[in-house]
């Protein structure tokens, strides 16, 4: 069985540019959360949906937004591109809402902003 | 708000060595804690999961405990190989708010034949 898969692996965009980002979740899992990983620190906590619902978000601004399609994959959509906005992005499923799940992790998009 | 401390930041062992990995978390109203393990450049995989009701978990060479009155959980790696190099990271769930993981930054171990 596929796990998490996200695209694209690798990414460069300048300064201002707008982002998408995409994740398939495990079949069968309908929460997919988002993360943010610079390098040297901890993944953060961006977005949970759960059943294309919005289950929570972490501290960012608003020029990050994400959805959950009806199948649940899920976009993560950031505008205005800083260069602090440059970092490895994770997604995450799990099989119910992630209070009580194993959380599953993709590889990753490396996001550079140059 | 949760925070997650992980010591050390680094440890460099030779080959064979028992190993104990620290994690501990400000506050103790988690549902659950996840040690996953981050190879360079990569994403996560989950290594072991304790829940607040379970006290210890084990998977192959690997245990992790879990003291949630003190918020404290250890991960120990018996007869340590280099295969394991990699940084391990320690995620709890719960907390102040329900529903994301909080991270510590990491423990990059590396272990050397």
């Known amino acids: 069985d596929a796990g998490v898969t996200q695209s694209p692996t690798h990414l460069i965009k300048t300064r201002g540019q707008h982002v998408t980002l995409r994740c398939s979740p495990i079949?069968?899992?309908?929460?997919v959360s988002w993360y943010q990983q610079v390098l040297g620190q901890g993944p953060q906590f961006i977005f949970q949906?759960?059943?294309?619902?919005?289950?929570g978000r972490g501290n960012f601004p608003d020029r990050f937004s994400a959805r959950q399609f009806p199948n649940y994959s899920s976009e993560l959509n950031v505008n205005a591109l800083l260069l602090g906005d440059s970092a490895l992005y994770l997604c995450?499923?799990?099989?119910?809402?992630?209070?009580?799940?194993?959380?599953?992790f993709g590889a990753g998009t490396r996001l550079s902003v140059l | 708000k949760q925070e997650v401390t992980q010591i050390p930041a680094a440890l460099s062992v030779p080959e064979g060595e028992n190993l104990v990995l620290n994690c501990s978390f400000t506050d103790s109203a988690i549902y659950n804690l996840q040690w996953f393990r981050q190879d360079p450049g990569k994403g996560l995989t989950s290594l072991l999961l304790i829940q607040s009701s379970q006290r210890e978990q084990t998977s192959g060479r690997l245990n992790a405990s879990l003291d949630k009155s003190s918020g404290r959980s250890t991960l120990y790696i018996a007869a340590s190989q280099p295969g394991d190099s990699a940084t391990y990271l320690c995620a709890v769930n719960g907390g102040s708010t329900l529903g994301r993981l909080y991270f510590g930054r990491g423990t990059q171990l590396t272990v050397w034949p």
């Open positions: 079949s069968g899992h309908k929460s």
């Open positions: 995450a499923s799990s099989l119910e809402g992630i209070d009580k799940n194993i959380q599953y």
């Open positions: 949906y759960y059943e294309k619902e919005e289950r």
